[in-house]
């Protein structure tokens, strides 16, 4: 069940309360980049979601306080079994990992024995337990270098994430047909008419974008790919094709520079927002702390099979998760 601010929080100092809690409970609070300003403010790390379980499992936390969606703070306890994880709001999903239910991936992978399993970290723990191998966005090129071309692959939950890996590698994948519902919101339309306002700003987009964005792309790649693509970039103005709290964390890093969210359908929408990642607030937060719930708990066996798709993961990937990208176009 949720837990949910009440009344009762009146006149409450939360940030001191944070403070104080994370003391006392030992604790690392993480943030990802799609999170409210207030909470990446507060957080130890702010980062990509694998970063950040990494992150936490290297530290001597007792407590993982995740400012994400789930699969990020179950993702943070298949790496960290010991540790207490709790999620501010037991509701905070995916619409990537939502697409994609283990039975029916099962019944899917069934159906295509020949095939390994390419996932998508954007998956739940039990469609992580039926991959073979996990990628991330900064990954998912260095790792499908290196599975022979004979090799039949299925690819999900995300299919436009899919499809440019697909494209760029000459590579046919069955694909699962999931998708972000933020990264779907952005207009083409709308791009095109923003890019003619800023005739020479680049576009940043994320891989989960549809084709029709990335063709317009002057760089794809991971969250932490796109911050690194606007520190090196020569001009001082970006359009940023990712959800918009992102934005936060350039302004902060780069204040000379001018940051510009890709526009939804009708061209001034907050549909890029995602609605799962807003559902963690301060107060929440503050509750998790306080009485250690919403806790995630993952079955010992279950959490197991899937963290061996992420130790294959990491094995590939040789120092490219956090840290690299899919590279400028």
Same mark, same amino acid.
């Given at each position: 069940?949720?837990?949910?601010?009440?009344?009762?929080?009146?006149?409450?100092?939360?940030?001191?309360?944070?403070?104080?809690?994370?003391?006392?409970?030992?604790?690392?609070?993480?943030?990802?980049?799609?999170?409210?300003?207030?909470?990446?403010?507060?957080?130890?790390?702010?980062?990509?979601?694998?970063?950040?379980?990494?992150?936490?499992?290297?530290?001597?936390?007792?407590?993982?306080?995740?400012?994400?969606?789930?699969?990020?703070?179950?993702? $943070?306890? &298949?790496?960290?079994?010991? =540790? /207490?994880?709790?999620? @501010? *709001?037991?509701?905070? %999903?995916?619409? #990537?990992?939502?697409?994609?239910?283990?039975?029916?991936?099962?019944?899917?992978?069934?159906?295509?024995?020949?095939?390994?399993?390419?996932?998508?970290?954007?998956?739940?723990?039990?469609?992580?337990?039926?991959?073979?191998?996990?990628?991330?966005?900064?990954?998912?090129?260095?790792?499908? $270098?290196? &599975?022979?071309?004979?090799? =039949? /692959?299925?690819?999900? @939950? *995300?299919?436009?994430? %899919?499809?440019? #890996?697909?494209?760029?590698?000459?590579?046919?994948?069955?694909?699962?047909?999931?998708?972000?519902?933020?990264?779907?919101?952005?207009?083409?339309?709308?791009?095109?008419?923003?890019?003619?306002?800023?005739?020479?700003?680049?576009?940043?987009?994320?891989?989960?974008?549809?084709?029709?964005?990335?063709?317009?792309?002057?760089?794809?790649?991971?969250?932490?790919?796109?911050?690194?693509?606007?520190?090196?970039?020569?001009?001082?103005?970006?359009?940023?094709?990712?959800?918009?709290?992102?934005?936060?964390?350039?302004?902060?890093?780069?204040?000379?520079?001018?940051?510009?969210?890709?526009?939804?359908?009708?061209?001034?929408?907050?549909?890029?927002?995602?609605?799962?990642?807003?559902?963690?607030?301060?107060?929440?937060?503050?509750?998790?702390?306080?009485?250690?719930?919403?806790?995630?708990?993952?079955?010992?066996?279950?959490?197991?099979?899937?963290?061996?798709?992420?130790?294959?993961?990491?094995?590939?990937?040789?120092?490219?998760?956090?840290?690299?990208?899919?590279?400028?176009?």
């Amino acid at each position: 069940m949720t837990a949910q601010p009440s009344s009762s929080l009146a006149g409450i100092d939360l940030r001191d309360e944070i403070e104080r809690l994370r003391r006392e409970r030992k604790a690392v609070i993480l943030a990802h980049y799609y999170q409210k300003p207030e909470l990446q403010d507060l957080a130890d790390f702010v980062g990509d979601s694998l970063e950040l379980s990494r992150k936490a499992a290297a530290s001597e936390a007792q407590v993982i306080a995740f400012c994400g969606v789930r699969f990020m703070a179950e993702t $943070a306890k &298949i790496l960290s079994p010991e =540790k /207490i994880v709790v999620l @501010p *709001d037991v509701n905070a %999903g995916c619409s #990537l990992e939502d697409s994609c239910p283990p039975e029916k991936f099962a019944a899917f992978r069934a159906a295509h024995p020949d095939h390994i399993a390419l996932t998508y970290i954007n998956c739940s723990t039990e469609v992580k337990a039926l991959s073979d191998i996990i990628v991330t966005s900064s990954s998912a090129e260095t790792i499908l $270098a290196q &599975i022979p071309r004979e090799q =039949k /692959i299925i690819f999900g @939950p *995300d299919r436009h994430l %899919g499809g440019y #890996l697909s494209r760029k590698f000459d590579r046919e994948m069955l694909l699962w047909p999931g998708v972000c519902i933020v990264h779907e919101a952005f207009s083409e339309t709308e791009l095109l008419k923003l890019r003619a306002r800023h005739p020479d700003a680049p576009i940043a987009a994320h891989p989960e974008c549809p084709p029709a964005i990335l063709d317009h792309a002057d760089y794809v790649g991971s969250t932490s790919g796109i911050l690194k693509f606007a520190t090196a970039m020569p001009g001082d103005t970006l359009i940023v094709a990712t959800e918009p709290h992102i934005i936060h964390q350039m302004s902060r890093a780069m204040p000379a520079k001018t940051f510009i969210g890709a526009p939804g359908a009708d061209g001034n929408c907050n549909c890029n927002i995602c609605p799962y990642m807003a559902l963690n607030t301060l107060e929440k937060l503050y509750l998790a702390l306080r009485d250690l719930t919403p806790r995630v708990e993952i079955e010992e066996g279950l959490r197991r099979k899937a963290k061996a798709s992420l130790d294959r993961m990491l094995e590939m990937a040789a120092g490219t998760v956090g840290k690299g990208d899919l590279g400028a176009r």
